[in-house]
């Protein structure tokens, strides 16, 4: 569904240049979650903006649905870290869902069914004449999610979005996009620095490397499909998922790892 | 611990209200006294309380009424015009930067020009009438709302047109959905700016142009061949009455409309 083939990225030119993807590739297949974590700033945001089409990358293929992906493509919605910035302050929580659908053109009636089943699958009925300012952190980031449901993607690309939040409702909101991901079949790519929230989501984890950032592997996540908080995170099997995606991320096998200089010194 | 228990004092709408009335009761007391004491001559400062009943008898003076509905009629075309003009404007110069740079050294040179000093050039090109102090108020209401929508623009959350282009809009649309409403507030305050601005440009361009009518008007009629003071302190007690309902009434508008912008606050 969606394909990344040797992408790679240099920020800026000539003796300023700073290769910060060096090679990526991997693909994301419907129905899946994917989660691809790494060291902080190893370049996720960077990759993720490319795949959206926000930006392009200055090498590789990349396609969604079999098209090459110059612009933003249709069939894809984004939830930021930053749902502070990403919701629009002035809109209540229903306009706030129903902004990305006015020009699909949709019955009245079509619309506001979108609206209001995205509504209960966040848990937010009864707050839609709320403004944002008016809401947690987590409700926030519950809105945003809806508006993204709302607007029917074919994939759902998630930029580290419970990072903001605390613990707790970090918790229900990881939850919340497994309960998604099943109610809608939803393909999603997730990215995140947090080790236990990528195994915990994903059914497959893309290991990436330090910049300049290559994947350093792909492993499969065999945990059952009901996951629990408590029961998921005590299953050994997890735990030694986690161990091993932490250990990769420290320490990744790979003959083309460039030794950090201070580490010669 | 103390066990005494501090009473917050509160410091609500009502005892501000309150101390205001009293400075302006006192300011008032001592005019009145200044006149009727004949420390300063009648002619030049009347009492006060003859000032304040030619003041209420203005108030209900048709002839006077209409003098108040032709400059609030050239304050309102004027005011509707620039924003008309400057919030477009400001929304599309704010939002590229080539256009911007392009056009501000135009902005640059026009901007410090007081319109005060435009009046006998419009004078010239418009007359003496409503179409004159239509152009004064226009050129100067433009300025506080174009460059506040700029800065308004400026500082539309990045994030937020992140989002809309993921949601495939195109950039007119982001221009109208997202920059337009997000810089709204502070091109509001630029409007109320310049209401202030064009109400004081209007009654100076009638008073420098001699208009057929107007408040400015009234108060050159009134003053001019050893008029009555007292009239003319009135006329000028109305216009500053009107400056304060105007201003009064548009930050009523801006909570009603921007109350979402609490959060900004912080």
Known sequence: ?265 | MSAVATVPVRRGVTPKVTRGLIGVAVLLILAESVSRLGIIPGNILPPMSRVLLDTAGLIVDPEFLHDVGSTLTAWAIGLGIAILVAVPLGLVLGSFRIAYEASSAVVEFMRPIPSVALIPLAILVFGQGTDMKIALVVYASLWPIFFNTVYGVRDVDPVAKETARTFRLSRVGILARVSLPYAAPLAATGVRISAAIALIVTISAELLAGSASGIGSYILRISSGGGDTSLVFAGTIVAGLLGMLINFVLVAIERKIFAWKKEGVA
């Open chain 1, 1 to 265: 569904m969606l394909n990344i083939e040797h992408l790679t990225h240099t920020y800026g030119t000539g003796a300023k240049a700073h290769l910060a993807l060096k090679d990526i590739t991997f693909a994301v297949e419907p129905g899946e979650l994917v989660s691809i974590v790494g060291p902080s700033g190893c370049g996720k945001t960077t990759l993720l903006r490319t795949m959206a089409g926000l930006m392009r990358p200055t090498g590789g293929d990349l396609t969604f649905l079999g098209n090459e992906i110059t612009s933003v493509p249709e069939g894809l919605a984004m939830v930021f870290q930053d749902y502070r910035g990403s919701l629009f302050p002035w809109l209540s929580v229903e306009s706030n869902v129903r902004f990305p659908l006015k020009r699909l053109g949709l019955s009245k009636a079509d619309l506001d069914a979108r609206v209001s089943e995205s509504l209960v699958a966040v848990g937010l009925t009864g707050f839609e004449d709320r403004f944002p300012f008016q809401l947690s952190g987590g409700m926030q980031q519950r809105v945003a999610i809806a508006r993204a449901l709302a607007y029917r993607p074919k994939i759902l690309l998630m930029d580290e979005p419970f990072a903001s939040v605390d613990a707790q409702t970090r918790e229900d909101l990881e939850d919340l996009v497994l309960s998604v991901k099943k109610k809608f079949n939803m393909t999603i790519l997730f990215v995140t620095h947090d080790i236990d929230e990528s195994v915990y989501l994903a059914d497959r984890v893309v290991v990436l490397s330090k910049p300049p950032t290559f994947v350093v592997t792909t492993l499969d996540i065999p945990l059952s499909d009901n996951r629990d908080q408590i029961e998921t995170k005590e299953d050994p099997e997890f735990i030694r998922l986690r161990g091993e995606v932490a250990r990769l991320i420290r320490h990744p096998k790979s003959d083309d790892v460039t030794i950090p200089v201070a580490d010669v010194a």
